[in-house]
């Protein structure tokens, strides 16, 4: 199956400032990504679904302009929270579509003070 | 739309005990249903699978079967280890479709 690595794996910003999260395939090229929210002790929610070269289409609620993605490469998809608050807190994971299978990364874990 | 409903956790089992976790599902079509593991700090990964009515999905000692009359998925195992404490998600994705719909998890705590 497909290796999927995210950067960082945890991070604290302040509140208004932007955080970055890098979602790699290390070894598939992968077009089409998918961007996931994780509360405490609930289930994964879909933010979005991005495809190479081509602009990420969100899910209902979830606002493309406070969390862009932007997925460059076949093997890169970015997630930018802009002025961040602390409802953004969250357990965010990628997964990489391929071999008609889903393949997930470790997840980041995103602090906002 | 499209859910899934499982279990609430935790379900705490002491070693070798045999583990039920219930699922349900909701779906227009005819989906393939999934269990993805997580254990801690780690990140999900696929348990096992079925694709269509009466198919068994298993690996490492977990079996479920996709029962289309009761639309149900539970997953069992016969014997628990400490090494099984995770959290057991179940999901669906319907037929020739990309997205996957989780059911909320259900942890899992096996005391030796």
């Known amino acids: 199956g497909a290796v999927v690595s995210q950067h960082p794996s945890w991070v604290i910003c302040k509140s208004g400032t932007s955080v970055k999260i890098e979602c790699r395939s290390l070894?598939?090229?992968?077009?089409?990504m998918f961007w996931y929210r994780q509360f405490p002790k609930q289930s994964l929610m879909l933010m979005a679904t991005s495809n190479e070269g081509s602009k990420a289409t969100y899910e209902q609620g979830v606002e493309k302009d406070k969390f862009l993605i932007n997925h460059a490469s076949l093997t890169l998809s970015t997630l930018t929270v802009t002025s961040a608050h602390p409802e953004d807190s969250s357990f965010y994971i990628c997964?990489?579509?391929?071999?008609?299978?889903?393949?997930f990364g470790p997840g980041t874990r995103l602090t906002v003070l | 739309g499209d859910s899934v409903t499982q279990m609430e956790g935790p379900v705490t089992l002491s070693e070798e005990a045999f583990l039920t976790i219930n699922c349900t599902y909701t779906a227009t079509g005819y989906p393939s249903l999934f269990w993805y593991v997580q254990y801690p700090g780690e990140g999900l990964q696929l348990l096992l699978k079925?694709?269509?009515?009466?198919d068994k999905g298993s690996n490492k000692g977990f079996e479920a079967t996709y029962r289309k009359e009761t639309t149900s998925f539970h997953l069992e195992k016969g014997s628990v280890q400490v090494s099984d404490s995770a959290v057991y998600f179940c999901a669906l994705r319907e037929t020739g479709g990309f997205k996957t719909i989780f059911g909320a998890g259900t942890r899992l705590f096996v005391k030796a």
């Open positions: 079925a694709t269509k009515a009466d």
């Open positions: 070894d598939f090229q992968a077009t089409t």
């Open positions: 997964s990489v579509w391929g071999n008609n299978e889903q393949f």
